[in-house]
RNA sequence: GUGAUUGUAGCUCAGCUGGUUAGAGCGCUGGUUUGUGGCACCAGAGGUCGCCGGUUCGAACCCGGUCUUUCACCCCA
């Protein structure tokens, strides 16, 4: 006998857990189809050929891969082997694991352009998988929850995305966090200000690490990365500014990036989606613009947004941004999009944390059926019916035993009343139904007992 | 991929510088209670000390490997 274990880095989610992530997942369909977005599913495999490329080198080392079936060795001489593991890997492996929705999605829209209409509004909501290594709220298995729309410029978009993200933390109780903001070509500009035009990249990624390691060690990266220092000096004002409102920092962006037409270009959209906002009737609370804020995806060309949620330690529990060009490595060029995701499994960890899930988030029996003995057994049968005829949620126990193995049963499973058949319930057509929190017991017909869960 | 870290009963953890039959709390099963759970009391079951190898008269304890857990880095949700 073995004793089974999972495999690194996934998990099980028993029927307590799915309760509270149904309610998040829930929350977050709903407000996806409110604002006109359909759901797509795709296969949990690609062909590899999908995948490569995609993520850079260090996402292709990610990537889990799966082994052809029968026999996998046929394609492979014993040069390949000679040559090492990536030269084997085609010849052995066709398909991997999906790695995020988003190149996925891009596959189905290049592959169904000609059924689509476009601008296409799409959520998606399934497991990805990488092959990391796990920590602190990193897993091998974990879902995301994209929507995406593709195939307009339209800044409504973004606007919509806050209204989305405000509506789902709202519903979920979450109250204290921010949404941060900023835009790609803020950075692009920042990068040309300082002289060190087209390196926004490296520069995104050592910025990115400022609330981290802090200012110093991240200067410290910058010259590593090739920075000059003259460029380095520049930054000086952006690591100083003590702007706060979000009127505050764009005055001082407009002020920064005086010379860079890319740079004030983002500007004029950071605005034009506030003015948005603002036509849709909604305010500024929770917006916090942040013009270091740099996501890792380099696909990225506009708007970028992350949300953190204040007071607990966990990382972004959502984030997304406008891309330009997503399907152009399928072929279909100048698709503008724009998308964004919730992280469930750090919302999940942020309420729990917090103590922010209510209570009836599970879903099981509101009343056990409890009997005496086998005739009393028939007649709870016939009871069980009648609840859920009704369309409440209700269970016998399906042995004959003790009472108190029963009751014991019901109270374990959070089941909050029992409904009692013996004898004299038989004799008069009546049950015993006893409140378990408070372990009143009244005798009443199984009519009343149904008023009383309705 | 790099560097640490963890593993003892179903769960949370004790277990001294290596020394006889490895302990506690909670949980579980049964009983006190043959028409009634939670509380109390009593009794009981449950462990190849992650796995493999080594050192030793003797290993849960020391050493090596491996798997696993957690954490940091890289990167990322």
Known sequence: MQKPTLPKGTRDFGPVQMAKRNFILDTIKETFRLFGYEQLETPAMENLSTLTGKYGDEGDQLLFKILNSGDFLKKVT??????????????????????????????????????????????????????????????????????????????????????????????LGIQDYSIKLNNRKVLTGIAGVIGEAGKEGPLCVAIDKLDKIGREKVEEELLERGFGPAAIQKLAPLFESNAESISEVLNFLEDFLQASEIGLQGIKELQEMLQLLNSLGANQEHLVLDFLLARGLSYYTGAIFEVKAHGVQIGS?????RYDDLTGVFGMPNMSGVGFSFGVDRIYDVMEELGLFPDQTLTGSQVLLAHFDGKAFGYALGVLSKFRAQ????????????????????????????????????????????????????????????????
């Open 317 to 321: 529990v959502s984030g997304g941004g």
């Open 391 to 454: 369309g409440i949620r209700a269970e016998v126990y399906p042995d004959l035993t003790k009472m108190k193995k029963q009751l014991d049963y019901a109270s374990k499973k959070g089941i909050p009343f029992v409904a009692i058949c013996g004898d004299d319930e038989i004799k008069n057509e009546t049950i015993a139904f006893k409140n378990l929190e408070t372990g009143e017991q009244e005798s009443m017909k199984v009519e009343d007992a149904i008023n009383r869960l309705i």
């Open 78 to 171: 014993p040069q390949d082997i000679q040559e090492g593991a990536s030269a084997t890997l085609s010849k052995v492996a066709e398909k991997g694991l999906r790695y995020d929705l988003t190149v996925p999605f891009a596959r189905y829209v290049v592959m169904n352009r000609h059924e689509l209409t476009f601008p296409f509004k799409r959520f998606q909501i399934q497991p990805v998988w990488r092959a990391d290594r796990p920590q602190k709220g990193r897993y091998r298995e974990f879902y995301q929850c994209d929507a995406d729309v593709i195939g307009t410029d339209s800044l409504l978009c973004e606007a919509e995305i806050i209204l989305m993200i405000r509506r789902v933390f709202e519903k």
